[in-house]
DNA sequence: CCGAACTCCAACTGGATAGTTGGATCTTGA
DNA sequence: TCAAGATCCAACTATCCAGTTGGAGTTCGG
């Protein structure tokens, strides 16, 4: 018979999931706490070890779990491709909503880009079914054939998460030095502005486009 | 009289911002080892302590230097401006040419982009004038004025640069998934192709615009 | 009610690391 | 040749932090 994990257990081990992605997103896997972690979830650093091994393991976890759901988080079907303006406002808009896993990313990327990352096959498949839709939507006449799909993609992500990347240049750029001990915002892109570039990028070349008609 | 500063002091001392930038980009602030260092650049502990104080006043040190240098890397004049892509094109090569500082701009932006940043000001001048120009180059009809001078500048460093915040992603979109214990390189997006989006994107709207003509 | 598993907590260990110190050696200007 | 300051180096201190441990309280199934 298994067990059937009566009791709170996994509950507790989703609050400390949790409490470690908002951990890791904010001080990334150098800067991070394990102490931090249990007292912002509330639960003793001893469960911490129980249920996770150690530190690293936990980060693993975490960028698992996280990072795919990122990946797989704004769909692009062969229909949405063919504005890719429109798909660039819906993943600027889920970024927006969720930094945290859009500065998990970035900490993957800088402190461990180098190396094969977790999960790495497991993730592509999420971007190489988007780029294939691209590809096709290409091909079909609604995009522009002069960038490759792949480029496309690389856009539009860059241009909808760039932001969160260097807030302090977005800062600037937008004028909004900050000024007494005050935390600057995020200072995000305006939406339409990223949707009108993307779409301005990626509109088919001449004559008759099908897009927007 | 002033000390004239004979002897290697200004040697020892640049030895040790240099290591110190290599180390600050290849692992941030909080990752970073002040003994590593010191043995990297061939200079004893005790001489960093003595120039810097200590590795805080030497961070901080390292990003003012090299981050207001970055941000006043590749010029930008009224006439260059015109043609926005090919302005994306230098960018990216200058920073695929000096990745370490790109990296430092992230390290900056996840660790410290919240607070007020390190010589924001003076930094906030460069950025400004470029902004400026690409402003009088809309006003003059050599570039869209649908978007915002701002957002166009944002989009450019965002292409040119987002690669080196998430290296991992673009490895993934090229489908260059690692193989073994490789190393995988950078993956930056072809220049062209980046020098095109960036074009397509800031084309005056109709008509007789004043670019490539 | 009992035992097993869950939980807490405080204290502890061990290793890594920031920063210091003292003494030896070398360089340069006078 | 001398003094001052630059450099090295190895050892040292103090702190921080990951991970462990033991004991006590709690909650469930039976």
Redo the contacts between chains.
Sequence with gaps: MIKLMAWQTELTRQRLLDAAVQEFAE?????CRVDRIAKRAGISKERLYGYFGDKEALFTQVLRQELARLAAAVPLSDEQARDLGEYAGRVLRHHREHPALL?L?????????????VD??G??GY??EK?AAVARAQRDGYL?A???A??L???V???A???????????????A???P????DAAV??EE?VV???R????PDHGAGAVGR
């Design positions: 001080f990334g896997g150098a800067g500065r990313l970035y900490w993957e990327g800088l402190e461990r880009g180098g190396e094969a990352v790495e096959l993730r592509a971007y190489e780029v522009t002069s960038i490759s792949a480029e993609m690389y856009a992500i860059a241009l998460g760039w932001w969160a990347a260097a807030p302090q240049v977005c800062r600037i750029l937008t004028g030095v900050t000024p001990g005050g935390r600057g892109p305006g502005a009108a570039m993307v301005r990028m990626s509109v």
